[in-house]
């Protein structure tokens, strides 16, 4: 596989995996990492972070958060770049929750119940595949985008918008089973 784990979790049962993928993402990556650990759950998760060999300071900030929080997080470090799509496969391998959320370390959660929120209407809906919320898009700027996503059917996600990758928001706002 060519890559290094440094396990800072422990084997447990987990209800959430969040997956997050990170290449290059200095100037981001701390606030998404706060953002997931500033969640209020109730439940146990894991966190791992597929690190793809950046080239600039992402791995030391990875280096910091693991070193603040340790048994938090679990990291695979890249010995080379492998892509986003194989970085993310190996990744999502890994995961081994019930659920299944991707945070790119450019993106933030703001809510400190997202999870929480989320996986009580999953559990509570067990015909649901996913739920997710709406989100605001920032450019590099701070300025607010006005990006729309495909909107899906009377408000449900079904399998089969799932089968023809369409999405109902963006990534990180959408919280899956995890049938991988």
């Keep these: 596989m060519g890559t290094e784990k440094n396990d ?39 966190v791992i972070i597929a690190e793809d060999c950046s080239t600039d300071n992402s791995r030391d900030i990875i280096n910091e958060y693991c070193e603040r929080n340790p048994g938090f997080f679990k990291v695979i470090y890249r010995e080379k770049n492998v892509g986003v799509r194989l970085n993310m496969k190996e990744a999502i391998d890994t995961a081994k929750g019930k659920y299944l ?19 009580d209407w999953l559990e509570g809906h067990p015909e649901t595949i996913a739920v997710t919320h709406r989100c605001r898009m920032i450019g590099a700027n701070d300025e607010e985008l006005k990006v729309k996503y495909p909107s899906i059917c009377k408000g449900y ?23 991988y």
């Design 8 to 46: 800072c979790i422990n084997e447990l049962e987990y209800l959430v995996s969040v997956v997050c993928v990170t290449y290059n993402h200095e100037p981001y990556l701390k606030r998404a990492l706060d953002g997931v650990l500033m969640q209020k759950v109730s439940f146990p998760m894991e």
């Design 101 to 119: 959320i991707y945070l790119e370390t450019d993106d933030c959660w703001t809510d400190p119940y997202k999870l929480q929120k989320q996986v």
């Design 157 to 179: 996600y079904r399998w089969k918008d799932y089968l023809n990758n369409i999405m109902p928001g963006q990534t990180t706002t959408m919280l899956v089973r995890n049938y």
